[in-house]
Nanobody
């Protein structure tokens, strides 16, 4: 199983980014797939997750109203659209397979991450 994130970068506050997660070795619609982030010196934060049961999205507090998770099951990809970015969103963003359920943060596999930097 391998997850590879892309799409990060440097953006000004108020801007947008779309992160992509390419999965191999598993079908994204067979597992709850999450995005989480981690900033230096801080704990992981759950951002968003797609349920394997019905594909419903679930969001952590940092994402509320600004981020949207989606998937393309044909391409086996999961995306995170991030709008109205704030400097506090600066972190490395990872996609991950959840072992228990959405937003429980019990990850079995995660990618190397993609850096998102938001300037004031």
């Amino acid at each position: 199983v391998q997850l590879v994130e892309s799409g990060g970068g440097l953006v000004q506050a108020g801007g947008s980014l779309r992160l992509s997660c390419s999965a191999s070795g598993l079908a994204v619609n067979d597992h709850p797939i999450s995005w989480f982030r981690q900033a230096p010196g801080k704990e992981r934060e759950a951002i968003a997750c797609l349920s394997k049961i019905d594909g419903s999205p679930y969001y952590g507090h940092p994402a509320a109203g600004r981020f949207t998770i989606s998937s393309d099951n044909v391409k086996n990809m999961v995306y995170l659209q991030m709008n109205n970015l704030k400097p506090e969103d600066t972190a490395v963003y990872h996609c991950a397979v959840e072992s228990f359920g959405c937003l429980y943060m019990k990850y079995t596999t995660w990618g190397q991450g993609t850096q998102v930097t938001v300037s004031a």
